[in-house]
């Protein structure tokens, strides 16, 4: 998967810099009030995504009016779930779903549920049609658009049992933090759409976008840790992160030596840790979720030597 994705903190990302500098190429996204989370990447498909977008994507991929942006969703745009799927079952969103294992992981596992891929990246979505082909599922549909859109105009209220949010783009730079996709905003957004008791569930392999997750979340009145205090102290990933300096062949960019008794090398990542206390003592993060698969991409985490960070976070 990454082979196929390039990583967005690589080129600079369209509108963050030539917004300001003295290329003033038209940025479509700027017309959004939030920048995007993503960088549009090439389109181009396999022979075999290609016809197997052409046969299924109609029936599939669902229909939506665009803004200005061929990510966008129109102001007033209502889909009817039910009438899509054909039945009345609990949804699950998988939010830049990549090439579709989680969803059709979980479509497989769970008949009984309607699973939504949210993705922008159209050979993303191509891989998940040729899966759901392949393994007929008739409980999976696509939406190729801007996540945060999606949850605002297309998802009803209180009307999701789980939202996942699986290895979102790192966005590693502190200028481009404003683009990671979770945040507080976020958080509102998912708070609106899941059901009373409903799941959001968060991975990454990068430890200071996981502290960020934790602090957002833990910081939100409508959320409640699922694991709190779990795998706190010597347990925890963040600990074994700061303590063994396992960023240290971040690919994004060399990352900042700490101070005091953390090791050289252990990055900004390590948010939150004071130069004393290395420690993570709050802990909350969930065990793996045995509905994720193993992706390419997570293995290719785990093969650098990074530790993968769950989190699962309840609505009240
Ligand atoms: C690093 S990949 C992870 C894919 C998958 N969840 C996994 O675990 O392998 C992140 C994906 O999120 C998608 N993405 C990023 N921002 C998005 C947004 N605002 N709306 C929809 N998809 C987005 C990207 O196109 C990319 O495919």
Known sequence: MSSEHPHPDSPDPAGAQHAHGHNHRPDPELYRTEPVSFVR????LTTRRQKTWDRAAGSYIVDVPRDRATTSVAEGTRIDWTQVFGRRAPLVVDIGS???ESTVQGAMDHPDWDLISVEVYTPGL????????????????GVQANAPEVLDKLLPAGGVQEVWVFFPDPWHKTRHHK???VSPTFADRVARVLASGGVLRLATDWSSYAVHMREVMDGHPEFENAHPGRAAGPESPLTRVRLEGRELQVGAQPVAPRAGTLRAGVSEATAGATSQDPVDHRGGWAPRFEGRPLTSFEAKALNAGRLVFDLTYRRR
Do not use: K, P, T, Y
């Open 41 to 44: 990447r090439g389109d181009r």
């Open 98 to 100: 990549g090439l579709g």
């Open 179 to 181: 683009r990671r996709l």
């Open 126 to 141: 191509a891989a998940l049609l040729v899966q759901v082909e392949d393994r007929e599922l008739g409980n999976v549909r």
